[in-house]
């Protein structure tokens, strides 16, 4: 009887996705734990994060893609208003306006539309999937530059830069020629100075910190020259579980949340590096084996596209970290302390297992 | 093997395709076509990410095995911060285990003039919840241009509770300004003994380079005093002790998290002097107001009982920095009180040389004991126009050696000098030390002079006269000492040609074990003078006490053998014939009055030194102060404090 209610709850779930998750999340709370400084109220609230997170990813992969692809456009139209919103009746923090208030709870819109902007482009792409033209492309390309835009104004660079990359991957897995990429990316290398010219003051500092961190270390290039000490006096074994000293003087910033991997590679070292490298590689090359052996092209896109946001999301997070990338807001995929971030990653993860799972259902 | 997967479908698929015709099933057709492009696009993206991980790893292996070691200072150095533990500064203790000096605690108000800016509004503000002087900005001025790395420098010292507890209300106010509680040198008796102990002050940049080249410097780090002149100067590493550190782990805010490491100060050794405090005390009242110094040497040992040197100073005024007023009197003033008369101060010994000319006559063989001369008031060096004065017009009348000591006759000596020759003199009498430092343990010692023949010729360039030497047998001319080489000279005389060179510290003690290491335990030389030789200057020596004696009414009804010699050293060079008149000489060009003798005679304690500055005669001027000085010390007798400065009229020198 509960062995076929625990079949019927996992028919779903793909084991091998669920298993390498289910390690990256204990890991996250074990380096989590020596990041809080042992503190297990914390511990409790990533429990109740991850709890509400798998629950997200348990519903997502139950819903065929078929089903899913109805919510696209609903999905992709609330995120933009809401967006629009975020200006006009947003709460500011730091100079940035990203959260709305809803009364009930506090929403990031930007993050909705990680998922929003893939889910829209597969969407449009799987219904023109016939005539794929260039106007096709340039439908598609507004559709994500228009949401984009609106995130880097609140400003959120990191989370543009996701929406871009996500929205950027199902562009490129639909077929976007050559021809036209290398036209973009000339263009985008020629609106450098533009885009610099629209940089905010703290976006500019983050990349000319990136440049030369020891200009400004107590201030701008604080954050990575501490985190690039706490890689480097890691070594190859590390200093131990709960020994970092960087992490546990108060030298890291933010060490729960976007520099956590510098805790853990303090702690761990190269030789735990190459363990977490690992694992992520299994996430996204499981990721695209289901993309690629997805039935339909909606699955297909929309499986890639989440695959290879969850590895932008680990290689930014990783190599600003590690300071070879600017600092900017993304945390590390399943490891970071945060329900948002938890909540969105495990439902890309539910997504990937639906569309795996549900794949002999639909008729070719 | 996941990744490759969606490689080579799609290179099968490709393959698979070729052998379709074209334009059949268009459908189909496309499915495998975009099949395919989706494929490769994706394996495109798989060699992307898989070389996204691969920079990562190089960078990882950068940081993590190459530059490990670097990284790992910079941790180590983030965390771990070195805090200096002052140690206690050594005691320093009488020969009775009286303290002199002493560390005491007490809160300090600090300002950190970097963290500051303009210093002075601070100091403005700071006046109104605090006590502060203007003496006390003008020594944080000071102080604010001496140093310009130190952290914080004090503004007031020895705050009163009431102040500690104001400031703290307060203290949010003033950024960059604390209280510290800090250990305060203290010498409880003031001027008392204040050219033995010197003082501490405040470490300069001078100071600082010096501990820098001696390769010490990391032991002061956190220390602000250093021993400046005087035992606290000369004994500075004893005293000072070793600094403990403390390895304190320390969060991003600089507060310590908890303490790693910690390396004990090891306390400053303890100084016991020879030095007696309560004959210093007397000596020091007797001398009163008057200009002088003297120096009282236990002749068995060479231990230092007194040294005096008038006027002093209170030390204790540049323990917290002295401010500039009172550092211009001490320097500017015509009495000098910063000079250690009793080492740094050159006199002409005047007739106290003579026993020493009278003992190198025996020795040598160019006198004998009833070897006579008549004085008829002068000398005259080979008939030649000069005569040599005696002290007493129309002289003394028959002389022998014993006489010529009682009654300081100097035609005696100029005879003498004249017989023996400079450098004989020069190489006997120098073996009393005379013409050289005495070694004693503090700095700054001058050497005096002691003629002969290659000096003159290294110093002027000229030839020695025989008329250069009459002079030096009384004690003048080129003759030059110091009130410690007199003393020295008196000690060695006392104590049969055994030399002990003279100390202040008479042990050291561990102040960790308690160990206690002597001081010139041995003798260093030991010369040969013929003891009858000895007992015949000494018996005048004595004499010269008694009545008939230059100093018999300082010693009228002394219970106890007393050996000594009057002198008078010449301040300003008379001309011939020309009487010296004391009353009608300006008081700093009138004669120094000197005074040496050891008691008791036979069996001797104490051998001192006296001189008087522009005191006049030795017998009235110094003599009574030896005589205070030997009853204290023998009898246990307190003097009774001597109203007048010197001026009691008695015949002799």
Redesign the interface.
Known sequence: MIDRLIAYLTRHLDPFLATVVGVLLSLGLVVLFSASGESFSRIGNQLVNILIAVTVMWIAANVAPQHLLRFAVPVYVVGLVLLICVPLFGDEAKGAKRWLDLGVTRIQPSELMKIGVPLMLAWYFDRY??ILKLKDYVIGSIVLAVPVLLIAMQPDLGTAILVAAAGF?VL????LSWKVLAALGIAAAGSLPILWGMMHDYQRQRVLTLLDPSQDPLGRGYHTI?S?????????FGKGWLNG??AR???LPERTTDFIFAVY?EEF??FG??IL?VL???V???G??I???ASM?FS?LLA?AVT?TF?TYA?VN??MV???LPVVGVPLPLISYGGTSAVTILFGIGILMSIHTHKRLVTT | ???R??LK?GLFRRSRAGFRPRGRGI?MR?LVR?LQ???L??AI??GG??F??F???L???Y???V??E???T???N??ISVLPVIPNRGLILDRNGVVIAHNYSAYTLEITPKEVGAVDPVIDALAEIIDIQPKDRKRFRKLLEERHDLDSLPIRTRLSDEEVARFSVNRYRFPGVQINARLFRHYPNGEIASHVLGYIGRISDRDKAALERKGIAANYSGSDYIGKVGLEEKYEKELHGVTGFEQV?????GRA?RTLRRILPVSGDNLHLALDLRLQEVAERVFGSRRGALVAIEPSTGGVLALVSKPGFDPNQFVEGIDPQNWEALNTATDKPLNNRALQGVYPPGSTFKPFMALTGLELGKRSPSYTIYDPGYFILGGAAHRFRDWKQGGHGMVDLHRSIVISCDTYYYGLAQDLGIDAIHQFIGQFGFGKQTGIDISGESGGLLPSQEWKQKRFGQKWFGGDTISVGIGQGYNLATPIQLAFATAILANSGVVYRPHLVRQIEDSQTGDRRTIEAEPYNKFTIKTENLIRVRDAMIDVNKPGGTAALAFSGVPYGVAGKTGTAQVVAMKQNEKYDESKVLEHHRDHALYIAYAPADAPRIALAILVENGGHGGSAAAPIARAVFDFLLLGKEPKIPKDDGKEEAEGD
């Open positions: 999937e016939a991957y490129f897995l639909a077929g501490q690039t000490i706490a890689l480097g006096s890691g070594g190859v000293t960087q003087l108060d030298f590679s070292g190269l590096n190459m490298l992520f590689l299994l996204i090359g499981r695209l084996y993309s690629a052996n092209l297909r890639g290879l590895f290689f990783m190599g590690a300071g070879i | 093997m996941l990744l997967l969606p479908i459908e496309d975009d492009r989706f494929q696009r994706l993206c798989a990410v898989l996204a991980f920079v990562l790893l960078r990882y292996v940081l993590q095995v530059q490990h670097y990284y790992l910079l941790a180590e983030n965390r782990e320390t969060d991003a805010g998290v």
